[in-house]
């Protein structure tokens, strides 16, 4: 007699494992229709063309929970009142103070890294007291977004950061009238600066308008001044081109290092100019060095997975160095998201009982998400569903929208500065190696990038052991291979001390770096380079674990370049005779090169 229970949502699921049979709560269906979805995301595509990507809701949200709660704390208010007036009495104490003396100590000092006012023009008056009353304000608003009992922690990020870039709009530096360098500068130049100036903006406005990558950038171009380590490409599929590259010493370390960048940025960050290129310093210490070259996907790629990047990208390079270096462990290294995939699929690997990494390197790279920093300012769930919306649309995250939110995190260095510089000052900042890498952007495919915000960002599923990959649990807790990690000092994107909860989530051995400088150039710091720095220490697997601030104060501080630290750790943890180095690919196994470095993929726009 047939069942005449339903087939959907009192149905019991089962699966074996390990010949066990393990009952599972139904999956949740949805009640819409994807055909309304349809309708709700066209809206939002659309509504993102004017403003910039941001969600109204988002935005809308942050601001009635800081207001409502703001307008029902009248202790915060009366706080808010008597901070003003005292602002007010040291501004004008201050003011009395400079016209009696020009060296009177100002008083208020501007943030660490804002250097806006730190010519000497502004110290004189009548500058100085707009410089001052400027950073008065700031500070009194930063109170006012700060600290109002029951806003929740990300509304009040969000509300702050909001007004740190509206009131940067209107900084005294801004406006050719109120800076003394731009008064300066046109006094002596007779306007000639302005008129450069606006020069200036039309060849930028040009440029933008037809796509051109920004003046200056066809001096570092891929192949031929930048990414031009000698090498080939011994395997490519949809994804990805592998690059081997061609030894310089006579003998090379027996284990091969497999370098997973992220695929956000093109991979030759880490091969920039030689005398700054990564790259090309491991291959000179004796190493055999593979690196990924990502494709720029388009809008038929938006089907692409998180696990297809795991598969395709490392998985699929792995099995490459494996034929091409038989019989050996392989050092791998993943940078920034690409870090985030490497300790997924190291993760996987362990569990599923494959040994093949001698180590695990991961710069500046996050695998917890509960601290993200600044960027956690554009992700919450209304904010992930107009990114969504907009990514359905056209089937990417395109590289100018990505673009726009780092911007906004620098806004100071990144649009500020260079307004007056370039637009006032009638001045050009010399292109480098690493500017014009940065103009050379990617784009994110519409389901990888939201399932890496839904699952890691939102839902923090690595760092919680809920992570999946074919059906098991990806716990970073089962990798055994020996750590190497680095975070730096002014990371805006992977926060050093997000990046330092590795400690929290493995069970091996960590060296930790904290290096000075950011994101990029942090990591970009090759030996010679003069004013770096950083710290280092090494915990094993049952040590005490220290908090970020203890393990800071107690670590071995060190001038110069973590690479040479890093390099003496490769070489300890490698065997300890050298061999010949391997062929170029290997034919016999169906790798054969096809191309020299740095490959096609780069070339993508």
């Known amino acids: 007699m047939p069942s005449t229970k339903p087939e959907h949502a009192l149905s019991v699921q089962t699966r074996s494992v390990q010949n066990r049979s393990i009952s599972l709560p139904p999956a949740e269906e949805s009640v819409g229709s994807e055909a309304f979805r349809a309708i709700d995301r066209m809206r939002e595509a659309l509504t993102a063309q004017s403003t910039g990507g941001l969600s109204p809701a988002s935005l809308a949200l942050a601001f009635f929970d800081w207001s409502i709660h703001l307008a029902s704390a009248p202790g915060k208010r009366l706080e808010l009142i008597d901070k003003a007036s005292r602002k007010a009495t040291r501004l004008i104490a201050h003011c009395t103070a400079a016209a009696r003396s020009p060296d009177a100590p100002p008083c208020i000092a501007p943030l ?7 010519a000497e023009g502004w110290r004189k008056p009548p500058y100085n007291f707009l410089a001052q009353a400027f950073l008065l304000n700031q500070q009194w608003w930063h109170n006012v977004t700060r600290e109002v009992p029951g806003v929740s922690p990300h509304h009040e990020e969000v509300v702050s950061f909001a007004a740190r ?22 006094a002596a130049t007779g306007g000639a600066n302005l008129i450069r100036g606006f020069q200036n903006w039309l060849e930028d406005i040009g440029r933008q308008i037809t796509r051109q990558p920004p003046l200056g950038s066809e001096d570092f171009k891929a192949g031929r001044d930048v990414a031009v380590t000698p090498g080939k490409i011994v395997y490519r ?22 370098i997973v960048p992220a695929w956000i940025m093109k991979y030759y960050i880490l091969d920039l100019s030689p005398q700054n290129s990564l790259i090309r310093y491991l291959v000179g210490q004796g190493h055999t060095v593979f690196c990924i070259s990502w494709r720029n996907p388009a809008a038929e790629d938006r089907e692409l997975t998180l696990d297809d990047y795991r598969r395709s990208g490392v998985m699929a390079a792995l099995e490459a160095i494996s034929a091409i270096v038989a019989g050996c462990k392989i050092h791998a290294t993943g940078y920034c998201l690409g870090g985030t995939l490497l300790s997924i699929a190291a993760a996987a690997m362990a569990r599923a009982g494959d040994d093949r990494l001698a180590t695990v390197s991961l ?14 300012l554009f992700i919450d769930h209304s904010q992930m569903h107009f990114l969504e919306s907009m990514m359905w649309n056209k089937g990417y995250l395109s590289a100018d929208q990505m673009a726009g939110s780092f911007q906004l995190l620098r806004s100071n260095d990144l649009v500020w500065s260079r307004l007056v510089h370039d637009y006032m000052m009638g001045e050009r900042t010399p292109m480098t190696d690493l500017m014009a890498w940065n103009a ?32 098991r649990t990806a716990a970073l807790q089962n990798i055994r291979a020996p750590m190497f990690v680095v975070g730096t000092e002014r990371d805006h994107v992977a926060p050093w001390r997000s990046v330092y909860k590795i ?24 030996p010679g380079r003069p004013h770096r720095h ?10 005490t674990c220290l908090d970020p601030d203890e393990w800071a104060a107690a670590a071995e501080a060190k001038e110069g370049s973590w690479w040479l630290d890093w390099a003496d ?16 690919g290997a034919p016999e196994k169906g790798y054969a090169p096809a191309g020299d470095a740095p490959g096609t993929y780069v070339f993508q726009r």
């Open 112 to 118: 660490p890294g804002d250097y806006r006012f730190s």
């Open 440 to 471: 050379d952007s990617t784009r994110m495919p519409y389901k990888m990038h939201a399932e890496y915000l839904q699952r890691l960002y939102l839902d923090n599923e690595l760092a919680t052991g809920r992570f999946m990959v074919d059906g």
């Open 237 to 258: 599929n949809h994804l990805i081109e592998l690059i081997q590259y061609a030894p310089s010493t006579e003998t090379v370390m027996a284990e091969p290092v497999l």
């Open 363 to 376: 710069l500046a790279a996050q695998t917890d998400f509960t601290e993200p920093g600044e960027l956690a």
């Open 534 to 543: 950083f710290r280092i220490a090494f915990k094993r697997n049952a040590d």
């Open 503 to 526: 400690h929290y989530h493995t069970d091996t051995d960590v060296t930790f770096v904290l290096t000075s400088g950011g994101h990029n150039a942090g990591i970009v710091s090759e």
């Open 165 to 186: 870039q509206f009131l940067d709009m209107f900084s005294p530096s801004n406006f050719p009238f109120t800076n003394p360098e731009v008064i300066e500068k046109t």
């Open 569 to 584: 750790w490769l070489a300890g943890h490698s065997a300890p005779e050298r061999v010949s180095p391997p062929a170029m």
